[in-house]
Structure formats: structure tokens, C-alpha cells
């Protein structure tokens, strides 16, 4: 298209997003501030929206003062948080304000410098740049890296854009660092990704399982909720750290990491001969349990203490606490999803509940929780690894459905799913992919393995990076890079851990140019030449009406859900909601499988189980430590983009990388508390402070992964069937630095 008709598709976007402009805005960078009133609030009024950091999705009511919003509140009202936010949460306006928001697209310029441009420029070198990729090397050497941080009607645009639109075969996201495992292991399970459970069930259960997951700092507000347990519940933690959740638990089985799979079929043994099978509920609703019993049966006592570092004694009282259980529920995050052997142990939590019929009721079922504030939208409607809306690529009937909503020819529908994040990184380590485009995630400090991620990213004929800051690490790498809008200055939906869709609102103006990201990818659309077939893309509302349209028929079928506006009224409504439900409102927490029906073909779930595997690298006599790694501190998100830019948030984390030591270690490394010591693996060194601590055991140690060096450390093993990376085991050394050198 010409440059003139880009400006004015450009000057009408933007005119509907924020008000009157002149056309020389759009050639000009240039800042044009927060504070004019969003089209849509009265100018002082509070309105309610989720949160935009993780999957808990709590509702935050903001205060909007002369049209800008400058101040929250957690909702009272809101079935979420009921009045509940983490220091995250309090502090979400905070970092939109930041000085090093990008403000203008930036091109890499011919002395390699970042130069500001307009955004007809940049669409121009964008599209230029990838179209000449593509014609030399075909569609297939394009590919892109996107996020569970956009709302859904983002995702599935930039979704459908790259694939149907540009001709993309492969797109993936850092959900697959992140979800991916729950996400095959319901699938093979439950027949679909489907997490059962409403975050009530917190609240009904009479024991409460936490496998690998550290709620008191990654979903603080979850933790909440089982604080307002009437039942003097048992909360039993797995994990080999004494974290804040496991200090705070009933039980805490500090078990060696990654023996998980081993200690859960011990744990399945022993509830058989117990005789705490439902026999009923398996026979009526499970398929292949004989097969998982004689499996189990070789798991005895000793074999299960020798691995997972538990007594007899602690075993016997981990299996009668959940045997005396009338209402257990099992909940599990990264220390299972993240592992070589993921799949197979979210499977084993899976097996347990079913077993002994702990799901479908009040209290109970193997529940996965959610990372970020949209991984569970992305999961149905990135169109990375599923057809838009659960679909398969690879059935020519799902192809057609979609085919049909979208106003598509079949054959604009890739026919296999998309090649996983690390496949991506070989394919550009290969030369097969050649140009890159990373929305809303930040592969140079998150993705394993770092200076092999970092290399591999040069390596790119052309990479766009499309982020809300001008300064992350993958910014620094990017050819070009577009300005977003963030949480707060745009519209859509979030889909949280219990399947809730939640609505987000615009009560903030972007800074400068920048736009969101879906505008940025309609206006990609048009400079491609595939506008057309987003003509009724036209807003987030309009594409969650086509959203709706692909669910029909789907396990999260959620046609019922009228506007956006019943979304605002209910506090949020968790999938499915079918329109054949009729008119009424629903109820406002619901749980899966009641009827014990599952989603294969014959209803029934079934019972998955492997041999266990050692990790691929395990401690030796040089590098004789295990490192874990995970989050920190509640204040802190990921790769600190965002939390590091509010000086509140600052004050309640460290502010630079330390790692936990047990004393024993560090008295045997003669580490005193506070030192700064060099932390060694096979693929790199990094200095850290040094934390003496008993959360840790002797022959571990762990160090959050929000500061940069981390991941120099880490090594890349991946689950088989989820291709998750397994961030958290790596042998590694110790030692002091020699003081001449400190
Ligand atoms: N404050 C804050 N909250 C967040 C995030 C954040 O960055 N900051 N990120 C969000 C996202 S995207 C996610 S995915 C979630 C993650 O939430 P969590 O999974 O709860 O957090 P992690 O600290 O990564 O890992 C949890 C625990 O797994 C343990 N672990 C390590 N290895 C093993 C093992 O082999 N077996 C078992 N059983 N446990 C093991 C670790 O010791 C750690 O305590 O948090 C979300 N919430
Ligand atoms: N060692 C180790 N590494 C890990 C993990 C671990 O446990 N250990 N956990 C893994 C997990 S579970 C996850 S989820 C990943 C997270 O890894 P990342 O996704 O890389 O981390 P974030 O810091 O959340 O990056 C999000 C980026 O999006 C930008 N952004 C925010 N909002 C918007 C928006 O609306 N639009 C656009 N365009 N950009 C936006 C932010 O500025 C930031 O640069 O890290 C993984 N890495
Ligand atoms: S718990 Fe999660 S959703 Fe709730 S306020 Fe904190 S970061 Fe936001
Ligand atoms: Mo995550």
C-alpha cells in the first residue's frame, strides 16, 4: 500500500483511539503525554478492571481524577480478590509512568545506533525488511515469539495475522517457558486444556496439596484464599525449599528435586494398598487404571526414600493425610511444569486425584495454576500451538470451522502446529529462520541458557521487538522497535487460573507514539497487503465477537457471554459459558467434571504414566551443587521490566542478585553471610551475594530468576512432549573470590 493511504489508516486508527490528531503526529516522533480524557470514562469516576501482572486476576478498581487515572484500589466486589492485592497489584499505574517508556518506533540505523523513526517508517522497514526475507527463503523463514501478557484479542490478531495473513508456519510463546506442560498433560488426560477447579475450592477443601508451587509470593492473593478456609485444612507442601508457603504450611516434604515423579507413584502404591481407591468413580469415569496399578506396584517404600530423600515415617504421614481427606485438592505450578520430566509428573498429580475420585466436587482436582495474567488465554487463542479457539491444525474439519468464522480459504490455514520456542531458536541457529518478531515477552533474560540465547538472536537478518520500554534486554538486540501501549491504556480480556474471562480498560493515554499492540498489528496488516481479511477486526470488542464464534461448540465454548459490558457486571465469567445455557447469569464460581464426564471421545479420563528419567546433568565432583531457580519476592515480576520502575517495589526486594546457601555449605566453602561469591556451571560464571539460609538444603542452592545473570547459568533440558524448559535443576560450584579480585 502507499504511504499515503498507510498515514490514513494509520491517522484513522489512532483518531478512534485517542481523540483528534493531526496527521503530523503521525509523521513526527514526538510526545503527546498521558492525561486527555479516554473517549469512553467520564472524567472523574472509578472503574474496575484485572490486574495485569499474574494468573490470580484479581479486579482493581481504579480512580480516575480529570480523565487520568491516578490511583487503585483492590475491588471489594470482585469474586477474585474480595478486597485482597499483593504490593504488585497496588503498585500497577506505577511503571506506566516510566521515564525509559518507549515513545517512538526505533530503527537500527546504518552506523548500528537505534534511531527514532515514524511509524510509516517503520511499518515501511518492517514489512520491506520481512517480505525480503520471505521471498528469499520463503514464508517459513519468518517467525515470531509472543506472550501470555496481551489480552486475548490481541493474541488471537497477531495470531491470525502472522499465520493466515503473512504466511507464518511458525509462532510460539514465552507460555511455552511457562504452561505448556499443564497444557499437554490435561489434553492427554482430560481430553482438553482444561484446569478443573474455582479458586472456591481453596476455600471447601479439607486437604490442601501445593507441589512445586510458592503461593505466598507468586499468587499471594490464592494464599489469601486458602487463609479464609473454614475447614482447618491440611496444607501439605512438596518442595525441596523451605519457602515462605512451606513455613506457613501444616506439612512441608523437603523432597530432592526431581525426584517428584518417583515420590507421587510411591505415593499412588501406597493409596492403592491402602484401599483409598474409588472404585466407583474409577470404573464409571477412568480408563486404563489396572495398567497404572500394576505400574505403581514396583514403587516401594525404600526405592521412593532413597529417591526423594523423604523418611518411611514421612511417607506413611504424606499418604494418610490425603487418604483421611474427604475433600482433597492437588495444585501444582513450576516446580512441576518445569522439570525433563514435567508432563509425566503433572500426569502422576492427575492420576492421584483421580484414583481416589478427588475431582468434580466441592474441594477437590488436580489444579494447575496459571503464571501470567493471560497465559490461559493464550493457551486457547494465540493460534501458536492450538487452531484459534482449542482447535487442531492438523484436522481438516477444525481448518474448516475456522476457515468458515473467519471468512478464510482452508488453505491460508497451516496444516501442522507451530515449531516450540526452542525449535524456533534451532531453526534460527540453522539459518531457516531469518527475521524475528518478540511481542511483550524478553527472550535475553528469560529464555534458558542465555548466551546461547543471546548469540542465536544476532544472528537474525532482521529482528522487530514490540515492547512498552525501549530498554529490556531483547530491546537492546532488536533491529526495530515498536512502542506499546501497556495494561491500562487499552482494551480487552484476560482469561485467569479458574478459566475467568476478565475485562481490562483504557484509563491511561500511551506516552508519546506509542500505540497498542492492537493497532500496531492492524497497521502491519494493511502495509502487508492482508487488511481485507481483518476487516472486521476492527476493535478488541469486535474480535471478541469473532473469539466467541470460534469457541462454539469447544469445551470453552463461551457464546453465552453477551458484551463486554455483562463481563463488567459479573465481576469476570469463567469459560464455558455456552449461549444454549439461556440468558440467565451465571453462577459465579463453577467447576469442571461434575458429572464426571471428561472430553475424550468416551468421556473418560485417562491414567498416563512413564518410567522416570534422571535429569540430563546431575552434580559431579566439580560441579557438585544443584541450582534451582524461580521468583523471589512478591514485589517482583519476571525480568523487572515493569516492577523495577516503582520505587515502592524497589524497597521490598533486593536489589541485585543473591543466591540462598545452606549454612553447611557455606561453612564447608568457609562463605560467610553476605559475601559475594562466583556461582560456576558448565556454561558460564556469575558473582552473587551470598544468603546463608536454611531454606535451602545442603547441596542446593536457588537464586530468582528476576536478575539478568541467572539464566547464564541454567541448562537447557526440555520436557519431551511439552518441550518446557526445565529451569529449575543444573549442577554448578560454589566458591569465594579471591579477595584480590572482589
Ligand atoms: N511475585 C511474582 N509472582 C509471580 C511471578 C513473578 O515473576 N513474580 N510470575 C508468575 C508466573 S508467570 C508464574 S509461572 C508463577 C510461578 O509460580 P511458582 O511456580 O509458585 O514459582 P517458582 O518460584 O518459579 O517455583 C515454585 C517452587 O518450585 C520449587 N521447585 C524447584 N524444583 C522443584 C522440584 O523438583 N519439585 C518440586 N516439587 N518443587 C520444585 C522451587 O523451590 C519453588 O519454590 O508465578 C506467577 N506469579
Ligand atoms: N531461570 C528461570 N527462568 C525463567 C523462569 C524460572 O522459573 N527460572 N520462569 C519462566 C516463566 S514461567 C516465564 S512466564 C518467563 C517470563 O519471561 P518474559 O516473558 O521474558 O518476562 P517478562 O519480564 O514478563 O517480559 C514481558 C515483556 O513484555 C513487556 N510488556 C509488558 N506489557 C506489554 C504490553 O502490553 N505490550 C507489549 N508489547 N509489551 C509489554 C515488558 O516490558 C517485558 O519486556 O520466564 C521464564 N524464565
Ligand atoms: S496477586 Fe496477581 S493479580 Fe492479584 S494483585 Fe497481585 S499480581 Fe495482581
Ligand atoms: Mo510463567
Redesign the pocket.
Known sequence: MSARTLAGALGDLIHRQTGPLTRDLLRTPGHFGLGQVPARLAPDQTTTMVCG????GCGLTVHMKEGQAVNLSPSAAYPVNLGMA?P?GWEALTPLRAPDRATTPLLRNARGKLEAVNWPEALQAMVGRFKAIAGRHGPASLAFLST?QIPTEEMALLGALAKFGMGMLHGDG?TR???ATAVVAYKQSFGFDSPPYAYRDFEESDVIVL?????C????ILWERICRNKNNPAIVV????K?E??AAATHHFA??????LVLLYGLANRLIRMGRVDRAFVDAHTNGFADFEAHVAAFETEQVCAASGLTAAELDTLAQVIAGGKRVSLW????????HEATR?AQAIINIALLTGNIGRPGTGANS????CN?MGSRMFSNTTNLLGGHDFTLPEHRRKVADVLGIADEAIPQTASASYDQILEKILGGQIRGLWVIATNPAHSWINQSYARDILGRLDFLVVQDMYATTETAEQAHLLLPAAAWGEKDGTFINSERRVGLLKKVARPPGLALADFHIFRLVAEAWGCGDMFSRWTSPEAVFNILKDLSRGQPCDITGIRDYQMLDRQGGIQWPFPAAAGPQAPAVERRLFEDGVFFHKDGKARFIFDAPRPPPEVPSRDFPLIL???????????TQTR?KKSPVLRRLAPAEIYLELSPVDARALGITMGEIVEVTSRRGSIRARAFVTNIVKPGQI?I???YEKANRLTFPAFDPHSRQPS???CAVRVARVDPAMA
Open positions: 501482572y499474574c494468573s490470580t499483593c504488585k501470555g514465552n517457558q511457562c504452561m507441589i512445586g508451587a510458592n503461593l509470593i507468586a499468587h499471594p512438596l518442595d525441596p525449599r519457602t508457603t512451606a523432597l530432592t528435586p526431581k525426584s517428584d501444582w505450578t513450576m516446580g512441576v511444569n518445569q522439570s509428573v495454576i496459571t503464571g501470567q497465559a534451582l531457580t524461580g521468583r523471589g519476592s512478591s514485589s517482583q515480576w519476571h516492577t536457588f530468582p530468576m528476576h529451569y529449575k535443576y
